[in-house]
């Protein structure tokens, strides 16, 4: 089974719609960290939790929100879509002071 | 705040040919540098790092990338690529242990053709 799970892996909404996109870990990482790919543009932060009680914003965070319900359960809402939330999300972990990230198959979503 | 570039987009080779993905960063403090990898369809998985020691640090798939501190470089090499190499390659930057978000470059799409 894969340490890092996403759903939904495909997603297809309008503009205006409430969407949340889940991340799941069984490895047992503190630290769980939300991205968005564009094509020529890398990955981009949008948030990061250290440990259930702490959540930071990253450098585009405006039109997310998160949850951390759990060690293990990250969760990425967007409020509100808009066609420029269309993008390849990606959810990954890291164990505390090794700097490598774990990241999930991601999840495609677009916003018509 | 750090930044890294990855100068180029989109890099054709042919098969066994040697192929360098270059990588340059900025930053007024020490960082740690990793390249990663993504293959189609898949999320990214580390490739290698660079924390310190050695300048220059090796994949268990024959990729290599040397830390220049000099020209704030972390360029990637391989002296024979495979049909099985093509992916995106993304190199990313870290302050460090405490403080561990990365900072990925755009990206560049290594395409090897037979």
């Known amino acids: 089974d894969a340490d890092v799970t996403q759903t939904p892996r495909n997603r297809i909404t309008k503009t205006g719609k409430r969407i949340m996109l889940e991340c799941s870990q069984t490895k047992g990482h503190d630290r769980m960290y939300w991205y968005r790919q564009d094509p020529g543009l890398g990955l981009r932060l949008i948030y990061y939790s250290f440990d259930v009680k702490d959540i930071n914003k990253g450098e585009i965070s405006d039109g997310y929100s998160v949850s951390r319900q759990a060690q293990a359960k990250f969760s990425l809402s967007l409020e509100s879509a808009i066609p420029n939330q269309t993008a390849l999300y990606f959810c990954?972990?890291?164990?505390?002071?090794?700097?490598?990230?774990?990241f999930g198959p991601g999840t495609r979503l677009t916003v018509l | 705040a750090q930044s890294v570039t990855q100068l180029d987009s989109q890099v054709p080779v042919f098969e066994e040919a040697p192929v360098e993905l270059r990588c340059n960063y900025s930053s007024s403090v020490s960082v740690y540098l990793f390249w990663y990898v993504q293959y189609p369809n898949q999320g990214l998985q580390l490739l290698l790092k660079?924390?310190?020691?050695?300048?220059l640090v090796e994949s268990i798939n024959g990729f290599e990338a040397e830390f220049n501190k000099s020209q704030t470089s972390f360029h990637l090499r391989k002296p024979s690529v495979h049909i099985s190499d093509t992916a995106e390659y993304f190199c990313a930057v870290s302050r460090g242990t405490s403080y561990g978000k990365l900072t990925f470059g755009q990206g560049t799409i290594l395409t090897v053709h037979p």
């Open positions: 660079y924390l310190s020691g050695s300048t």
């Open positions: 990954a972990t890291e164990r505390d002071s090794y700097n490598e990230q774990f």
